[in-house]
């Protein structure tokens, strides 16, 4: 019998990591909702609770009146009410049951169909360092190459960098 020692690539275990906090959930055979991630149009994975935080009523209601044009083209009347229902829910509701309707319009939706609208990520309510970090050099004409190279002159290793880091920061 042969034993893997690495990883095997037809394994039904996925994982998902948070883009926005980090957190990783991994499950036998399932998919983001089961594991209480998202996943939006664009392809970013954040956990179910993040969206939560992004409320916008314009959103929903730009979202539900594109719902009722795409389905009122494909003649489907049903979705069209359930739309019109929602969308007359959001006008004059509270914070709470807004979030609720989003979280029922969105809980119909499969994996990678979340509107970019309510990602934290596409909507710039959250800006991974790393991108934030291109962003500076490139505003501050900042050579990454030359500063690493700079880093590892100055410093011996990684504690040595991180302390000082606490120190000034």
């Known amino acids: 019998m042969k034993i893997r020692l690495d990883f095997v690539t037809n394994s039904s275990s996925p994982s998902f990591v948070c883009e926005v906090c980090g957190t990783t959930e991994s499950g036998y055979d399932c998919n983001y909702s089961d594991m209480e991630m998202r996943c939006c149009v664009n392809g970013h994975t954040f956990c179910a609770n993040e969206t939560m935080k992004y409320s916008d009523v314009d959103a929903l209601l730009s979202i539900f009146n594109d719902s009722i044009k795409l389905y009122s083209e494909r003649k489907k009347q049903d979705q069209v009410d359930k739309f019109e229902k929602l969308k007359e829910s959001v006008l004059g509701a509270d914070k709470a049951t807004i979030l609720s309707l989003k979280e029922e319009y969105l809980d119909d939706l499969d994996d990678g169909e979340y509107p970019s609208i309510f990602c934290p990520l596409c909507t710039l309510d959250h800006i ?3 991108t934030l970090i291109q962003w500076i050099a490139i505003k501050y004409e900042i050579d990454l190459l030359k500063e690493r190279h700079a ?11 991180l302390s000082y880091i606490r120190k000034h920061g």
């Open 151 to 161: 880093v590892r002159t100055r410093f011996e290793n990684n504690q040595e960098l």
């Open 128 to 130: 991974p360092n790393d």
